[in-house]
């Protein structure tokens, strides 16, 4: 069982930056893919990035792509999204997700334990 803890959302101005931390419990997280997801109103959960079960291998979005960046720390058990020159499109609330394997997939079901979302607004 593995439970995961996101903080770190709030409000911040068109160009700003936020980062994100996910926090887990479990003693399986060094071992498995990390993803990062975002669910904005009346749109579908959508793959933002996702970090190998290292941290040596990131994926992203075409659209965060050079503006987002995704790390973690396996001692301590912590994942982090650091995102860059946000944009009113990156409102969402966002999720981290435990992957089943190492390996980083982009496909939502690949993930068995998923966070409680921390909200991100971008407005001005």
């Known amino acids: 069982q593995v439970q995961l803890v996101e903080s770190g959302g709030g409000l911040v101005q068109p160009g700003g930056s936020l980062r994100l931390s996910c926090v887990a419990s479990?003693?399986?997280?060094?071992?498995?893919?990390m993803g990062w997801f975002r669910q904005a109103p009346g749109r579908e959960r959508e793959f933002v990035a996702g970090?190998?079960?290292?941290?040596?291998?990131?994926y992203y979005a075409d659209s965060v792509k050079g503006r987002f960046t995704a790390s973690r720390d396996n001692a301590k058990n912590t994942v982090y999204l650091q995102m860059n020159s946000l944009k009113p499109e990156d409102t969402a609330v966002y999720y981290c997700?435990?992957?089943?394997?190492?390996?980083?997939?982009?496909?939502?079901?690949?993930?068995?334990?998923w966070g409680q979302g921390t909200q991100v607004t971008v407005s001005s």
């Open positions: 997700a435990a992957n089943a394997h190492p390996w980083v997939t982009t496909d939502l079901r690949g993930y068995d334990y």
């Open positions: 479990g003693r399986t997280f060094s071992s498995v893919a």
């Open positions: 970090i190998n079960w290292n941290g040596k291998s990131t």
